[in-house]
């Protein structure tokens, strides 16, 4: 059995790279500037918040941000279990068609006016972007059945309270809308911190919320600084210019350990990367996909070695996930599912069941034609510098086994336009609806989703019947049978489940990771310079 090794010279210039930039890089401007108190906490942070309201989904970091400023009705503890938020109870007296939520009393918005059902109806209107987008669409209406407590009604069954664990649709205040439901310019949260400043592409200021409900937060102030170079947020950190970073690259992290002054804690996560097939033939598609064809989508996965990607790459800052949809953190992930191994034997006979033979230029042909796919990512997503390394890792292996693999890094709106007219072969993604234990990630392959490129009835009926019922048992079996059906039909093959990397300099105290990403918790911590 040929198992493919990953060509050392790519890690080899990967280095050289990560060195180069390391030479050139500039500090951005206004980075140097010293704390002001000395319980300020500065946190160097991949992307800006592109968005303070509920019409729009923040992106990439901004979420960190958001974790800060709003709450969640249900939040998630350390081990990724739903605990009391903003409602200290819920349940559901109809197996998940409408839901009651038992408000938290005594709450204030950082403006000063009340927390109560009218907030909750606002959060969860036609304003907002889930709904927009479906993943919370099953909403039907909320009702308020007194100040404080508050009643969904759903469209058809649905196990809404792990939904909202979410800090991308958390509870905002009413008074941040105008009449007509636009955005009004103000950032009104119940978080244990509130917006003080915010310049764009620059840093976020915080100051701490002296009304807060809950424990209060030991630190006066949280500063985001928008560095979006892993490489410089890493010489900033160790020059004590920030306090701490997130998202150092994987090559970063034993030499951020073995420095003096500076702590690093990772942690497996629920996020995977993944590679996404188009597999549809419709007319759709600008350009026809080999991946249409299940043989051709299971000799990419015997052709990529993932055990080298996160050993060679990631310096085993990652667990291969060998075509695991689910990371081993989430509910219900199958420890007793069959996986891919890297074989390239076997990849070769799947090609060839399908017309594909190997020509003396060592690519694939069918009919005098090459086998010709391309690879999409986006080059300015807050993943890209891990993406980047790994895409052409899967080119050099893709290329071993026969397979002429074009990589397209275009900026993320031309990424998204050419995803959504079926412009591309295979996209390289991480996460999706992956945000707390709850496997909600079979969504990205549903096929009406708007981010999926698979049709297929059985998954679909899957999809619908893990989803519609609160009871345990059925969900463990529904969600089972989802993973073996990924597996099986190789919607997208998976990469490497995450580690979530959090370095800081010993002069912050307190601070223990969560598994739970995007989220970054700040209770308890003190900067003590």
Known sequence: MERMKLDRKIVAIVAVAAVVVLITVAVLPGLLNSAEEDNELRIAISSDVNSWYLTAFPDGDARYVWAQVFETLIRLDTNLDMVPGLAESWYSPDNGLTWIFNLTQGVEFHDGSDFNASAVIFSYSDLLSAKQWGILSKINSTVALSDHTVQFNMKSAMALPYYLTHVAWPILSPNAANADGSWNGQVIGTGPFKLEEHVTDQEIRLVRNEGYWGEAPVLERVTFKVVKDATTRVMALKAGDVDMILKPSESDVDDLDDTDGIGVQTKLTTFTDFLQFNTKGDAHNLTTSPFQDLNVRKAVAYAIDTEALVEDLLYGYGEAARGRPYSPCMMFSDPGLP???????????????????????????????????????????????????????????????????????????????????????????????????????????????????????????????????????????????????????????????????????????????????????????????
């Open 339 to 529: 996986l891919y191994s890297a074989d390239l034997d076997t990849s070769n006979w799947y090609m060839e069941q399908s017309g594909w033979e190997k020509e003396d230029d060592g690519y694939y042909y069918k009919n005098g034609t090459r086998f010709q796919a391309t690879l999409m990512l986006s080059n300015e997503d807050a993943w890209g510098p891990r993406f980047n390394i790994m895409a052409d890792a899967i080119q050099a292996m893709l290329g071993e086994a026969g397979m002429d693999i074009e990589l397209v890094k275009v900026p993320t709106t031309t990424c998204n336009a050419k995803e959504a007219s079926g412009d591309f072969s295979m996209i390289m993604r991480t996460g999706y609806f992956v945000w707390g234990a709850y496997p909600r990630h079979f969504l990205v392959h549903f096929q009406f989703n708007v981010y999926s490129h698979y049709a297929n009835a059985s998954y679909n009926a899957l999809v619908t019947a893990s989803d519609a019922t609160n009871d345990l048992e059925v969900m463990e079996e529904k969600y089972l049978a989802l993973q073996q059906a990924v597996i099986d039909g190789l919607p997208a093959f998976y990469l490497v489940h995450e580690y979530k990397i959090v370095a800081y300099r010993d002069w912050v105290k307190g601070y223990h990771m969560t598994a739970e990403d995007p989220w970054l918790n700040l209770n308890g911590v003190s900067v003590e310079r």
